[in-house]
């Protein structure tokens, strides 16, 4: 077990988890339904996102093969058959609206046990869900070639006009009825929006009519495909056509392996509404040249050039030397659809190499650093205020409307704030445009301490401001509150006298602060004033207004100030 | 390591997916896993010029890059969010070293908060700090961001470190550091760390 960790881990993919199917029946149904259940082990492994050629057991197994140099690297080929004999898949104009692109090939004399027949479907699941964009971009159809006759041909219909027997069902349906019948299926349910309110459905027909797939929703019953199939017939239809040729070219690739003649795989001609044709699936191998210097330079290693070409062959990208031995030529295989620049080669280099094994080394960069001068001031505010006895508060940037709206005493519309269209809770609607609710939420939450409770929080707000890039920016506020018996208006005041002595700002009219009486309405009437400082008004400071306090679940009576220090950067 | 600025939450789909070369298809840019504006919901402005550059590498490939070849839609990168990682930061502080006249060696850092559509556990928060650290020089190797590492895990206490090989659409080659948990008797993920792409 340690053993393929280990190996795991030196490839790149995570060993999630060492369990068995006992195991997770156990964790999930309780010990009593585990019973009976294999216990062979069962290794959960994480592939990256971007290795659709390891999603399946075949392609994993063959990847890690390559790379522990045990089997060569197979060639996958296509086979063109004979003017006439292959298969066709004509598609017509009335697609475009709503599925544009198909592409098709077959897989000829496959053979079939349980463990692949489960394993061709759980990719084609796999791919579905991440490539494909749960079938919004491609969608994948596997059938049964002995049971229909070629030309096939991919059209959209009105639903009324599509009748056929989905997969697993009993009897036939018009599209309208699959709609309604799938409705609760809990997982099919999620692609009908797909097409239902297109006015067209997708369908691939057979030249006999029979309706091999309406995708990206359902494959027809007739194409089933049975542990008995020979011959498959795969089609991906979807709205990228990039990524349905990605995925056939993995579909055949990981299985061609079974077909009678291994790794090959038979093309389809696909026809195109304005008669151009074109034969799938592509199998390109497309070779890049690269230095094996840029190689050596970027990882930070010094190999030759034949032992980087065996580093680069073992993760399936077939390499050898060329030119007067200053050259390496990649050829990269259809199943890496994620090399897509030198860099990507690099990284294989490396991971071939072993990334542990690379020598540490330090940049020899000489830079001078600073900081940001608004968060060293933001830094020794937090000091000073910490030094005058209070203590600091972290809280969250995001909030309920109410929070920073009806609790104050306000309406929304008036705070400018930035909200968010698709909140998890209601406690993530809008991002604070006041440090306040977080601090009284903060003493809400430590009723039981003892009192006097001095908060300070300096931390960044959000608004709105049409004069940025992004149409909203961030002000570094500072935010102070005192809840006691008593409000205690003049220990909040003496902080700010305190605060703009720190800052040297000196407490007269004209180069200083000064404070002057004002209307808040999280404020009480009469105990309200308004800071000014720096030709501007930063702030206010004052008793909370006893509807703010009960509304946040408090009872005692608090001051608080509020200033934004940017001013003083 | 000089600080970055990084005072603003609102972000625009541009800076912290497109410009790093996360596809506009991406499951990251998800409604489950960003939080997506409702007002303002998309940004004014684009940098001119550097985006349909971007467009171009996406659609197109450049740079010696085959690209992702899917048609890339601006009204997608111009939707605002909350940023998902500092990263988006960092592409903005190197645009403008990219804007000097003479090119300087830098290293740059910053530790702020980032916002995930996320349910709450024992593990996770809609909200969280991170801190990242890049250096831009002549001459960088892989070996020189695994010596940066080991060095600034260190004054952390952490010495025992793996790196093993891993997978971000802005960086080629991309490691995940991980370092051994005494308490744990395990091998636990520290950090994430890459190259970036050409």
């Not at chain 1, 041909?153 to 018009?174: D, G, H, R």
Request: proline share 6%; net charge negative.
């Amino acid at each position: 077990d340690e053993e393929f960790d280990e190996l795991c881990f030196e490839f790149g993919l995570e060993l999630d988890e060492i369990t068995s199917e006992k195991d997770i029946i156990s964790k999930e149904k309780g010990e009593e339904k585990a019973k009976g259940a294999s216990d062979v082990v069962l290794y959960k492994i994480d592939v990256p996102a971007n290795r659709y050629d390891l999603l399946c057991m075949e392609g994993l197994v063959r990847g890690l093969q390559v790379f522990k140099e045990r089997i060569n690297l197979p060639r996958y080929e296509k086979i063109i058959p004979a003017e006439g004999e292959g298969q066709r898949l004509i598609i017509t104009e009335q697609t475009a609206q709503v599925r544009p692109h198909a592409v098709a090939a077959v897989l000829r004399n496959i053979t079939f046990t349980k463990d692949r027949y489960d394993s061709f479907i759980d990719l084609q699941e796999k791919l579905h869900q991440n490539i494909c964009r749960k079938r919004a971009l491609v969608a994948i159809g596997t059938h049964d070639l002995d049971t229909i006759t070629g030309p096939f041909t991919y059209t959209a219909k009105a639903p009324s006009e599509i009748k056929f027997k989905p997969l697993n069902q009993s009897q036939e349906y018009t599209a309208s009825q699959i709609m309604d019948l799938y409705r609760t299926d809990s997982h099919l349910r999620h692609y009908l929006p797909l097409i239902e309110n297109k006015p067209r459905y997708p369908v691939i027909y057979d030249s006999n009519g029979v309706v091999l797939s309406m995708p990206p929703i359902i494959n027809g019953d007739h194409t089933k495909i049975t542990l008995n199939t020979r011959n498959v017939f795969i089609e991906c239809t979807g709205t990228d056509i990039t990524k349905a040729k990605i995925v056939l070219d993995i579909i055949v690739t990981m299985f061609s392996e079974y077909c009678e003649k291994p790794f090959t795989v038979e093309a389809v001609e696909v026809v195109y509404p304005n008669g151009k044709t074109h034969i799938y699936p592509e199998l390109a191998y497309r070779t890049e040249k690269v230095k094996p210097e840029y190689i050596n330079k970027k990882v930070g290693i010094s190999e030759t050039p034949s032992s980087l070409a065996k580093l680069l062959t073992r993760m399936c990208l077939k390499s050898h030397v060329t030119g007067n031995g200053n050259h390496l030529e990649v050829e990269i295989p259809p199943t890496r659809a994620d090399i897509i620049h030198a860099c990507d080669i690099v990284e294989d280099a490396a991971i071939a190499y072993g990334y542990n094994n690379i020598q540490m080394l330090i940049p020899k960069t000489y830079t001078i650093a600073n900081q940001l001068p608004l968060n060293k001031l933001a830094e020794l505010l937090r000091l000073d205020l910490a030094a005058a006895g209070f203590t600091e508060a972290l809280t969250f940037a995001l909030c309920s409307q109410e929070d920073i709206a009806d609790k104050l005493r306000t309406d929304i519309s008036a705070t400018n704030a930035v909200r968010i269209a698709n909140p998890k809770t209601a406690e993530f609607q809008v991002a604070r445009t006041t440090l306040i609710p977080g601090l009284l939420k903060t003493i809400a939450a430590n009723r039981k301490m003892p009192l006097p409770l001095k908060l300070f929080e300096i931390s960044d707000i959000v608004v709105k401001d049409p004069n940025t890039d992004v149409g909203a920016r961030n002000y570094r506020h500072l935010c102070a509150i005192y809840y006691n018996k008593s409000p205690g208006f003049e220990i909040i005041h003496g902080l700010l006298d305190r605060v703009m002595q720190v800052l040297e700002v000196p407490p007269n009219e004209e180069n200083g602060y000064t404070i002057k009486a004002a209307e808040g309405t999280a404020f009480f009437p009469g105990r309200c004033a308004e800071v000014f400082a720096k030709g501007q008004s930063i702030g206010k400071l004052g008793v909370v207004h006893p509807d703010v306090i009960t509304k946040f679940e408090l009872t005692m009576p608090c001051s608080v100030l509020e200033i934004n220090i940017e001013p003083f950067v | 390591f000089t600080e970055m600025p990084t005072d603003n939450f609102v972000e625009s789909s541009f800076w912290n997916f497109d410009a790093l070369f996360q596809p506009q298809q991406h499951p990251a840019r998800d409604q489950h896993d960003t939080f997506f504006l409702l007002d303002p919901a998309e940004a004014p402005q684009l940098p001119p010029g550097y985006w349909s550059k971007v467009k171009k590498v996406h659609s197109q490939g450049g740079y010696s890059s085959q690209g992702y070849r899917y048609e890339w839609k601006v009204e997608e990168a111009k939707k605002n969010l909350l940023r998902t990682h500092t990263t988006s930061a960092s592409a903005r502080a190197l645009f403008q070293l990219a804007r000097q006249e003479k090119f300087s060696p830098v290293k740059y850092f910053s530790i702020d908060r980032v916002f995930r559509n996320e349910s709450l556990d024992a593990t996770h928060l809609a909200e969280f700090h991170q801190v990242e650290g890049l250096v831009a020089d002549r001459g960088l190797t892989l070996g020189h961001l695994m010596g940066v590492l080991r060095q600034f895990f260190s004054k952390l206490g952490i010495s025992q470190l793996r790196f093993k090989p891993a997978y971000n659409p802005y960086t080629e080659p991309s490691m995940e550091v991980f370092s051994y948990h005494e308490g744990l008797k395990k091998w636990v993920e520290v950090g994430n760390s890459g190259v970036f792409r050409p």
